[in-house]
């Protein structure tokens, strides 16, 4: 398909644009490992036959990989959350210094306000410190058009640009028109050219210094870019606005004067400096860091920035009038309704155990990361994707007064949760590992992974076993189980608990929301209920106590049996006798 | 309802796995289908869990902010009568709130619990200047199963919000 100037109304979300602008400008190769608010961008992707979008085991093999396409000449897009980044910085300061052969995008998008994420890190400080250049679109209309102008940057700088969003560009609709087709590049030949591309001291000394030269040159670009735009309006208020920002500023101020960066490393100081001039008074508004307010004061150019409490959370435009008048963030009390783990969800028994067992549990990042939560409260660390069992292993050797189970889903395992097994074992670690398996990757909604044995498009591959890799990295015993079996369960925890080994146990169930399993709905006899409220403590969305007695929603329980399990008293059952 | 140069704000909400996320965009694509400039803004991620949904429509002729202002929505969509009072409070004073619409819509669809977010949107769609035609081409293009059923309820719904005296 050739590109045309033939257009079509789309409805798209600000990951689905950027996937759309990256087929228009032609990619061959797109990469990534599932992280909200980024997941859609590769999904998106997926639908398109014209490429090849693939899910990779982690965030750095994910640049990699495309950044190997790139090198093969191919236009290539590495998507991530903010955090996942953190995984691929390796690669990213590098291949900085290396450059390109063809056009290679990384597109990161932020979490102001954590909806989804342990922090929230602002990717644009990375833009310096990687010394890329930095675009920001605010809407999805602009996400569709800046790729394709971030491809066109990468092959003229010969320089990976990062392409960053935030949760509001990444999730809002916008309607607009897209250009059907794709712009077919020519294909760059693989090079043999090791001063470029193997970057030993010898050779990665003139490169960096090439690396300044070309960024010399993107400085010029960001003064020139349309993509850096001025809106004289009104004079007595001028703003300096980037990313969604810059709309809630529109909003709320619409006569006002802007200066709207879309490229915002480098920094075109010149511009910046122009346009304060003809205004009687300057505002930043950027959500999270000062990141330009910065500049400017390094620059010393007078601007009037906001205040440090709303370096953390979300802006909207309510909060852009908030700082023009220089107040405080408020925080509002509004309580919304806490996620729980659905119905019938296979990490629920095993929690239950855990508790019972009262070890401490290193955890890690999925679903049952909400294993974290009253009552359940069976789970005591989060930090970062495969921090669990190297945590378990500092941990249990350290001290020897409580117990340390580690517990880690089936992606993150496969994620960087190996390293840390081969590790523990590699430094004779003893104790407990539980892989919660519910075969899929289940909190950013359901992709595969090398374990399901299914690609992103869903067709079949090679499948990855789990025992197997666990055996190989040294476990002295892998038992795979079905967690709803809870007495089956709590033996085998204790028999590996009370082991001089390293044990890892694969409690093994689909996902509910994947496999859809359900049996017949659980009722509570009445008469036998002695109200011990055990069935509570499993924290089932289907269970409630109402009016001081236990009820279950017909229409939520999928009948997995597990409160009949908990009951002393046999009160439950599918027919409720 | 008067529309004009004015943005419309519509804020959905509810709890994960009930179809907030679907209503809202069965109406941006209707609004999208009229002619008009749409933004759509969810929060979603941890929603397939049992949590807090919302989605907020805005529509017009040209929208700059996916969020609107505080206090500010033009009409109040809640499908979830345990999370209406979390956010009941953004209805603007001459604004218009569904919720008394809600208790009707249960009735109206008995035991068929999925068609209730159609009957809701018939109401909505009576105070909203978006031809028929529109709401039904976006009816057709996001739900596949029950298309008959559902326009059944949706039109039910747009009768009874065509009632409203305004």
């Known amino acids: 398909m050739n590109y045309s100037a033939k257009k079509q109304k789309t409805f798209l979300s600000g990951n689905e644009a950027v996937a759309w602008g990256a087929v228009a400008s032609g990619v061959c190769f797109a990469s990534a490992y599932p992280g909200t608010p980024s997941t859609e961008i590769l999904e998106t992707l997926g639908t398109f036959s014209e490429l090849e979008a693939q899910w990779a085991v982690n965030e750095k093999v994910a640049y990699e990989a495309a950044f190997g396409a790139c090198l093969a000449g191919r236009r290539a897009l590495t998507a991530c959350k903010q955090v996942g980044l953190n995984l691929a910085m390796d690669p990213l300061m590098t291949t900085a210094y290396s450059g390109v052969n063809a056009g290679f995008v990384v597109v990161v998008a932020d979490d102001p306000g954590m909806y989804s994420s342990q922090n929230e890190q602002d990717t644009r400080r990375v833009a310096p410190y990687a010394k890329v250049p930095l675009l920001e679109p605010s809407s999805p209309s602009e996400a569709y058009y800046f790729v394709q102008e971030a491809f066109k940057i990468s092959e003229q700088y010969d320089v990976p640009v990062l392409l960053r969003l935030t949760t509001r560009v990444s999730h809002t609709k916008e309607s607009f028109s897209v250009c059907l087709g794709r712009n077919i590049v020519p294909d760059r030949e693989l090079e043999r050219n090791p001063k470029k591309y193997v970057m030993i001291p010898a050779h990665a000394r003139p490169r960096h210094l090439d690396l300044e030269k070309r960024l010399l040159a993107l400085k010029e670009f960001s003064e020139k870019t349309e993509l850096n735009r001025a809106e004289l309006n009104d004079r007595r208020i001028g703003f300096l606005v980037s990313g969604v920002s810059a709309l809630y500023a529109k909003e709320v101020y619409p006569e006002a004067s802007f200066l709207k960066l879309g490229m915002t490393f480098p920094f075109p100081v010149k511009k910046v400096r122009e346009f304060a001039r003809k205004v009687k008074k300057l505002y930043v508004i950027e959500e999270l860091e000062p990141f330009l307010e910065e500049k400017l004061k390094q620059e010393g150019i007078p601007v009037i920035g906001k205040k440090a409490s709303w370096i953390c959370g979300e802006l909207n435009p309510q909060a852009v009038k908030s700082i023009v008048a220089q107040k405080e963030r408020r925080l509002t009390g509004l309580k919304a309704r806490r996620p729980l783990l659905c119905p019938g969800c296979p990490h629920r028994p095993a929690f239950y155990v855990l508790k019972k067992s009262g070890v401490f549990v290193a955890g890690d990042i999925g679903c049952y990361t909400l294993g974290a939560l009253e009552p359940l409260a069976a789970l005591h660390t989060q930090t970062c994707m495969g921090s669990s069992i190297p945590f378990f292993e500092g941990m249990s050797k350290m001290q020897k007064k409580q117990k340390i189970v580690a517990v880690i889903g089936d992606s993150t395992f496969i994620h960087t949760g190996i390293n840390g097994l081969i590790s523990a074992a590699y430094n004779g670690a003893k104790g407990l590992v539980v892989i919660m398996d519910n075969s899929i990757t289940a909190m950013t909604g359901g992709q595969q992974n090398p374990a399901t044995g299914l690609t992103l498009q869903g067709k079949k591959t090679k499948k990855l076993s789990l025992e197997k890799i666990c055996l190989a990295a040294g476990a002295d015993n892998v038992d795979v189980v079905n967690p709803f079996d809870i007495e089956g369960l709590q033996k085998l925890f204790d028999l590996r608990l009370g082991q001089d080994s390293l044990s890892v146990i694969i409690a093994r169930y689909p996902c509910r929301m994947i496999e859809r399993l359900r049996g017949a709905a659980m009722r509570v006899n009445q008469e036998k209920c002695k109200k011990c409220r055990q069935c509570l403590v499993l924290d089932c969305p289907a269970i409630k106590e109402v009016d001081g007695v236990m009820m279950i929603n017909q229409a939520l329980c999928v009948g997995c049996g597990l409160c009949r399990q908990v009951c002393k008293f046999k009160a439950i059952s599918p027919e409720g006798k | ?166």
């Open chain 2, 1 to 166: 309802m008067e529309i004009g140069q004015k943005t419309v704000n519509i804020l959905f909400y509810g709890i994960g796995g009930q179809g907030v996320l679907t209503a809202a965009g069965i109406c941006a694509l209707a609004a999208m289908n009229d002619g008009y400039h749409v933004k759509e803004s969810e929060i979603k991620g941890m929603s397939q869990r049992g949590g807090s949904v919302e989605s907020y429509v805005r529509f017009g002729r040209q929208v700059y902010s996916p969020l609107p202002l505080e206090k500010d929505i033009n009409l109040l969509v809640c499908l979830n009568a345990e999370e209406y009072p979390r956010l009941k409070q953004e209805l603007k004073p001459s604004g218009k709130d569904l919720f008394s619409y809600l208790e009707k819509a249960h009735i109206a669809v008995g035991d068929k619990k999925l068609f209730l977010n159609a009957y809701m949107l018939g109401v909505l769609s009576s105070f909203l200047a978006i031809r028929e035609e529109s709401w039904m081409e976006a009816l057709n293009h996001k739900i596949k199963k029950d298309q008959a059923e559902n326009k059944f309820f949706f039109l039910m719904g747009r009768k009874e919000g065509s009632h409203y005296d305004f």
